[in-house]
């Protein structure tokens, strides 16, 4: 599996060449069990794991896990096994396995093989895809499963449905003293920054999409925007789009109300000096506001 090289950001989930074997999704039996089945349990945006001599890889089950729960995807085929996507609900003793690593794979994505992040990534986004796909949004039916868990079908109407992919923007705002601005959501916990990120809005461009926010979050007007690199962000169905984007005019910030708690800007010095102390936290290494903060944080100073 090739991963982006260049001008691109150096992100662990950015990846090229994946295989998910999708024409072959409508053969019969894909999810059958047997010998060759291979199981990977989600939950909620958790994986299951195990650790090995190698490092943390993606538990891939023999027997099938799903108690009765018909949630089951058609991840990928790899090493002669079909492997399929198991999103279970809420704890259980019915189906609950006191021996599964279940860990939150925004945490721990960065730590698996290209390979191993492909399949998390694509079983969790699948699993939160299917958890919330219960009913027909034309009339209210139950959907049925087709295509080895890729299109849901409804019992009633017949229509199709097909999994929703939410594309955000998130971008690395500098000033023209290259000073990076870092932001705390009121979502976030107290020492946790990182750079503004948004949805796209319908009929917007993505670069449109880079100026309104920072314009609606910190009140600054964009002058100019570089695309960077994309990842997938299943939490539950983004896909992150990254921009480096430079402001125009006073560096100012005006907070929207309830969506930014706190917001600054900071020097390389500065920026190092609050990470030591730890009065900084940033996200984790494989995200790419993390790609974004680094890519800023190790370039030389201009002059």
């Given at each position: ?20 074997d999708a024409l ?22 958790a994986v299951a ?143 946790f920054h990182s ?109």
């Amino acid at each position: 599996m090739a991963m982006l090289r260049g001008p691109h950001l150096d992100t662990p989930l950015t990846l090229v060449g994946s295989d998910r074997d999708a024409l072959r999704r409508g053969e019969e039996g894909v999810l059958d069990p047997g010998p060759d089945a291979r199981y990977l349990v989600t939950r909620a945006g958790a994986v299951a794991v195990e650790e090995t001599d190698a490092g943390l890889r993606v538990l891939l089950e023999e027997a099938d896990p799903r108690g009765g729960h018909d949630s089951l995807v058609l991840l990928s085929f790899r090493d002669g096994v079909r492997v399929l996507g198991v999103e279970l609900p809420e704890p259980s003793p019915e189906i609950d396995d006191p021996g599964r690593d279940l860990r939150d794979l925004r945490r721990i994505a960065g730590d698996l093989t290209p390979e191993d992040a492909d399949l998390a990534l694509t079983a969790v986004a699948m699993g939160a895809w299917h958890r919330s796909m219960k009913h027909c949004p034309l009339c209210g039916e139950l959907l049925e499963a087709e295509m080895a868990g890729w299109v849901l079908r409804c019992r009633e109407d017949r229509s199709e449905h097909f999994p929703r992919t939410d594309p955000a923007v998130i971008m690395a705002v500098r000033d023209d003293r290259d000073r990076l601005l870092l932001a705390r959501n009121a979502s976030f916990r107290g020492r946790f920054h990182s750079v503004l990120a948004g949805f796209v809005e319908p009929g917007e461009s993505l670069e449109n999409a880079v100026a309104r926010e920072v314009a609606e979050e910190v009140g600054l007007t964009v002058a100019e925007v570089e695309y960077v690199g994309s990842q997938p962000w299943p939490f539950p169905r983004s896909l992150m789009l990254g921009y480096r984007a430079w402001i125009s005019g006073s560096a100012e910030l005006t907070l929207q109300d309830e969506e930014i708690a706190e917001a600054r800007w900071f020097t390389r010095e500065e920026f190092h000096a609050a990470l030591e102390s730890g009065d900084l936290e940033i996200p984790a290494n494989a995200s790419l506001g993390r790609a974004l903060i680094d890519d800023w944080s190790r370039e030389r100073p201009a002059g």
